[in-house]
């Protein structure tokens, strides 16, 4: 990637990033320690009342040497990645959206054109959504005086209503409370400052985190993984109130061991399936560019970004040692327009030298479903040295020089890098990873949520040590590193740069001379295995919009597989050596209770009636129920992904640009 898209990317965070609260809402600036000491008692209880609550995660392996007592925890090959569901208990259905849905108009006419100048409603994003909802574009504007939705208001300012939020969780442990192993919960469980009238203050952004928390609790059960992240409450390093609430309000889901260094920096590592894979939950606003309380990463620094990292290298250290791989997970996604530039580089660094150790790298913040890809190519056009003058300026010429139609701007940077993008074959794979971004609750654009599913085939708890360290992965000394330019940029690209320059050291080139870089194809993010990503299904409401009496419901917006893949497992799930085989329960497939009304018909057909239709030469009815069910899924099945490997992302990304209409339907999605 290219300084064009840094450009984009600049601007995207800044105009689609909606829950991209500036940095003066930081609590520290409000809320002082001594309020918080008072207000929650002091560190020293805090830290009793963590040890005492912070059970380790209960997972209990199926096919493993039964133990007494504890039931055994049948692992479901699933997680689910949610985020920014952005809840406003003061949401009232009618209400104005220049009140953020919080007053109704009364006489005055509610002001449509602020809900459609508010940077998210391009003609393009309201035709689209006008295709996916069904709802009538002109239908709309005579509805806008009704103002804000009973269950949501999509394109415009306003959060989520309780109604919302409700829904979804009523759908969440319905559905996939005993479906899932674990949780991703990548944060922003407060509403926007928006409201002038109604500001928001530290107390409710705790309460709205702490309610949050219960109905994620209440939903999942003790029994799922809850791993959540930090968002933009926290600005300043540890241990400060912001800190001391927090662990507060997750002590159920930080691990007691993970105490001291959430108290200091508000990440952590949680074992989600303990001894074998690990989410790193990490705390993005100290590498947030917008976040003037620090000053990114520079190594050997005491800022809390440059902490941050050293720690995180440490962990990725000590995982790899033990065999077990790892998510990394945080609310802003590492863009190199919203990181600063030397933090940007030390992710890449990491993702890229730990490539063996990291499976994948799950972000919210944007509201705007897509992937991008970090590479050396790109890091190395990234000049570390810039400092937080240097980057402001650059940030306000860009920002000058874009309008708001921000939604076709990220297609058309995601296009040009794909597109730039060398053959599959011709890509040194270990240079890339793949970074993935859901969509919001949050009714930005439509809520979504996703169900990932990987891969735990074979997994037992009494096998020594981990399959995965059969794996002959290649750790490439800092002494053995040969480096060769890139492709993507080879005409343009001068000599490397001089590593014994101060701001050429954070250039891969010159880190990947002095540190070990880990890597294999056999790894799960470069191969099917255990722990690899096999695909997500992604949900969505696409009524969210509509005045219906009873509430929206969750369905499939698009899954990665084939439709053989989206079936693989069998009706029951019960095919195959292990559990839950299924991607999602086939009953939540479309068509599926067509399907079995067919197949219970087909079984009640006496021989005569069949031959009544045999002659008759009936022809859809004919055809086999299965055949029929699996056909109907190739709507909701265009990418027909193997699995989520980074050679499966990069024949993806490649198929994108050489094929139209699947750009299309891919783009639509965002
Ligand atoms: C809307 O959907 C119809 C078919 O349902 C399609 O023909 C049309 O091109 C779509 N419009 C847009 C803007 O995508
Ligand atoms: C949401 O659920 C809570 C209880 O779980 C209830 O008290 C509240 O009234 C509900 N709100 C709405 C708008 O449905
Ligand atoms: C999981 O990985 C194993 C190899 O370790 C492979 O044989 C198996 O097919 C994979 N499972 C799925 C569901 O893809
Ligand atoms: C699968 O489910 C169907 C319908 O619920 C049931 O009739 C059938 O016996 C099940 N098959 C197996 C192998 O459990
Ligand atoms: C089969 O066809 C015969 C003659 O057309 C008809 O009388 C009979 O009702 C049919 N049976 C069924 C089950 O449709």
Redesign the pocket.
Known sequence: MKAPLTATLLLLRHSLAKNADPPYDSLEHVQPHATANSIFGTLDSLMLRADERIPLPKAKLCGGEKEEEEPERVLKGRFIHITDFHPDPHYITGGSFDSGCHRTAGEDLVDESLRMSSGFGSSNTI??YT?VTGVDIDNKKDKKDEGAGKWGSGLSDCDSPMSLVNLTFDWLQKEWANEVDFVVWTGDNARHDIDREMPRTPKEIYELNRMMTGKMRQAFGEDVVIVPSIAHNILQPGPNAVTNEFSNIWSDFIPSEEYHIFQRGAYYSSEVIPDRLAVISLNTIYWYDSNKAVDGCKDGSDEPGALEFDWLEVQLDSFRERGMQVWLTGHVPPHMGSYFDNCYLRYGELALRYQDTIVGHLYGHQNVDHFFFIDVEELESTTGFAGKAAKATVFDQRKKSFGRNTDTALQQALYKDFGDMPKVDKMKLEDYTVINVSPSVIPTYLPGIRVYNYNVTGLKLDEDGFTGSDMSSQTVLPSAQKRKTGHRHKKKKKKKDDCSKPEHEDQPHCKFRRKERHFSPESPSRANTLFTPLGYTQFYLPEVDEQTHSPPKWIIEYATYSPEGLLRGGRNGTDGDVQGRQPVPWHLLPGYHEFIEREEAAAQETPESSDNRTLKGHDKDDEDPYTRFKAGLRKITPYHMEDLTIPSYAHFAKKLTSQKRLWKRFA?AM
Request: aromatic share 0%; hydrophobic share 0%.
């Open positions: 035709s689209q295709n639509s």
